[in-house]
Nanobody
Framework: QVQLVESEGGLVQTGGSLRLSCVAS????????MGWFRQPPGKEREFVAT???????YYADSVKGRCTISRVYAENTVYLQMNSLKPEDTAVYYC????????????????????WGQGTQVTVSS
């Protein structure tokens, strides 16, 4: 089992920046692919970014160039740095983890992830 805890989100103005963190505990000795997803009001949960065990990254088109996912292994932490935020980035953001035997594996599909954080609200004001 892996437990994931996201940092507090917040209220940001359009054009602002915010960094979310996600700390993993429990069975962190296994190889995990990590992902960030978000759920805008009234919409389904959607992919934001993913990172493989060896650091390969992949982003949704909607955030490419504005967001960076990274991980610090010693801290069991994954970060999502978000810049140039827009009102359409307003959502509940979730961290997710998937155990994998591949160092290179990553996935943009929420159905592939076994563990989820509780979510954190990010609101971007216009």
């Amino acid at each position: 089992q892996v437990q994931l805890v996201e940092s507090e989100g917040g209220l940001v103005q359009t054009g602002g920046s915010l960094r979310l963190s996600c700390v993993a505990s429990g069975r962190t000795s296994s190889t995990h692919t990590m992902g960030w997803f978000r759920q805008p009001p009234g919409k389904e949960r959607e992919f934001v970014a993913t990172i493989s065990w060896n650091g390969r990254t992949y982003y949704a088109d909607s955030v490419k160039g504005r967001c960076t996912i990274s991980r610090v292994y010693a801290e069991n932490t994954v970060y999502l740095q978000m810049n140039s935020l827009k009102p359409e980035d307003t959502a509940v953001y979730y961290c997710a983890a998937k155990e994998t035997t591949s160092n290179y594996y990553y996935s943009p599909s929420r159905h592939d992830y076994e563990y989820w954080g509780q979510g954190t609200q990010v609101t971007v004001s216009s």
